[in-house]
């Protein structure tokens, strides 16, 4: 039973304090799911699932390129902070 509780609460995404409040939005692209919070010009994009360390290299530039397709605004590179999990950036639209 407990760990039924445990993976329940880890296939879960929840903002940091930040972006409580903020706008959400479930995507999925290439069989990966992703979770983005936008509160203005800030974003927080968390990746769900497992990732390997290849994988991981690839999702650095991929989360960037979900987070333009989905707002229209281009990220501001200099403001990217975070790793292939949990990613936040400003935006420049």
Do not use: N
Not at 50 to 69: C, G, H, I, N
Not at 72 to 83: E, I, Q, Y
């Amino acid at each position: 039973m407990r760990w039924a509780l445990v993976l329940l609460l880890a296939a879960c995404a929840s903002p940091s304090p930040k972006f409580m409040g903020a706008e959400r939005q479930a995507i999925s692209i290439g069989g990966r799911d992703f979770t983005l919070y936008r509160q203005g010009r800030d974003i927080e994009i968390i990746r769900h699932g497992f990732a390997s360390p290849a994988e991981r290299a690839q999702l650095l530039t991929l989360m960037p390129a979900v987070v333009q397709a989905q707002t229209g605004c281009a990220v501001l590179p200099s403001s990217l902070t975070g790793d292939a999990g949990v990613m936040r950036a400003r935006l420049r639209c």
